[in-house]
């Protein structure tokens, strides 16, 4: 019998960012994946940053996946960017290798393409606002049935990280996070709860940087290496938000998962983007998503740094 892996076919939705670059590297070192295109919106650095690296990103890893441009505001208002945590260029001042050119056609275009031309069902990873995935399915409802699942870096089931009821991705657009939990796909959440457990630390960027030479491996550790411990997080690391998200994919055996009801406030108080998680049912509300609640962080580590070290 055969154990050859059969490559789920995944698009990626960023804003490159810091912890974004991992979650490439990850996505593209490793055979259960097949990335058919990464598209781009504002969100960590504005537009006119993370479309470049994004780009840098995907030609340092020997990819010829297309990287799309999209959406450079949320369906209301616009992005605030987050400079303290990933610097002025989103990347926390490294300098990559510029890449090529974006491919032609706008992100949603390119999401509703694909999930017309493909022959089985397409995994959607969303590591930033929700935007471009909200415009693709809103904008032609029926592809849906084309989505195996939307797998999430998303909300918090309690304190935010943007604001005190927020989590920064949730945040920059709310109103497109409805959308998708509305969409009746399979949604998978990772939260600020679990992305906790998931911290860099210098400790663990030493062992990343023992494992090889590679561009690769040494460009992730160089951008985490520029990350502030997290004061929300007493000071112990910098949680390593996105890569858990396509880890979940890869390895769901180091997660533990419960099904649960979601709601987000499009209100425009101070508790806007707030994800309403109903982890024990107590509203008797339809369970619309599963949410990620705790991660193996030394095996999700070792499978980082393992397939990281794959890559030029």
């Known amino acids: ?11 990626i939705d960023c804003d490159p960012g810091t912890d974004d670059a991992v979650a490439l590297f990850l996505a ?25 690296n994004a780009l840098a990103l995907t030609a340092l890893a020997g990819s010829a996946v297309p ?12 992005f605030i960017s987050e400079p303290d945590v990933h610097g002025d260029d ?21 999401i509703r393409r694909i999930l017309r031309d493909t022959a089985e069902p397409v995994t959607l990873i969303g590591i930033g606002p929700a ?14 049935s084309r989505v195996e699942r939307i797998v999430l870096m998303s909300g918090a089931w309690a304190e935010g990280n943007v604001t005190p009821a927020a989590e920064f991705n949730a945040w920059s657009d709310p109103e497109a996070l409805a959308i998708l939990l509305a969409s009746g796909c399979q949604i998978v959440l990772a939260t600020l709860e ?30 985490q290496a520029t990350v502030a411990p997290s004061r929300r997080l007493a000071g112990l690391g910098a949680p390593l938000h996105d890569p858990c998200a396509v880890a979940w994919l890869i390895r769901p055996d180091l997660f ?34 599963l949410l990620l609640e705790t991660v193996a962080a030394d095996g999700f580590f070792d499978l980082l740094g393992q397939r990281l070290a794959l890559l030029p």
């Open 194 to 223: 679990l992305t906790a457990q998931a911290l860099m630390t210098p400790a663990r960027i030493a062992a990343w940087r023992g494992l090889g030479n590679g561009r690769c491996l040494q460009a992730a550790c160089d951008i």
């Open 28 to 52: 593209l070192a490793s055979a259960e994946l097949s990335v058919l295109a990464i598209t781009v919106a504002g969100g960590n650095a504005g537009i006119e940053r993370t479309v470049p």
């Open 90 to 110: 989103g990347l926390g001042g490294v300098v990559l290798p510029p890449g090529g050119s974006p491919a032609p056609g706008l992100a949603a275009d390119a």
């Open 131 to 144: 935007t471009n995935l909200a415009l693709a399915l809103t904008t032609e409802p029926a592809l849906t």
């Open 256 to 289: 533990t998962a419960r099904a649960c009801s979601v709601r987000i406030d499009l209100g425009p108080g101070p508790s806007r983007g707030r994800t309403l998680i109903d982890r024990w049912d107590r509203t008797g509300e339809p369970m619309n998503a």
């Open 1 to 11: 019998m055969s154990n050859q892996v059969v490559p789920k076919p995944v698009v």
């Open 67 to 78: 990287v799309h441009a999209g959406a450079n505001r949320p369906l209301l208002g616009w």
